[in-house]
């Protein structure tokens, strides 16, 4: 099962650049871009508004793609 991952737990180690995670912020559930430098930025949220910048509270990676 997915869990959520508070910011102030743990933070995304990313091997590819511009990594997209599932993301909680104060304005509903998306996805964003993490980076090590700039942490979460252009965050997507369901229903297609986009934030350059939106403070998250908490992440998960995507999930594996379903066998097929």
């Known amino acids: ?3 959520w991952i508070s910011i102030d737990e743990n933070l ?3 091997v590819r650049q511009f990594e997209r ?3 909680a912020t104060d304005k509903g559930v998306g996805v964003a871009v993490y980076d ?3 942490g ?3 965050v997507t949220l369901s229903g297609g508004t ?3 910048q939106l ?3 908490h992440w998960m990676p995507l999930p594996e793609h379903p066998v097929m």
């Open 1 to 3: 099962a997915m869990k």
């Open 12 to 14: 995304p180690k990313t």
């Open 21 to 23: 995670f599932i993301v």
């Open 36 to 38: 090590n430098i700039c």
């Open 40 to 42: 979460f930025n252009n």
């Open 50 to 52: 986009q934030y350059s």
């Open 55 to 57: 403070k998250v509270s």
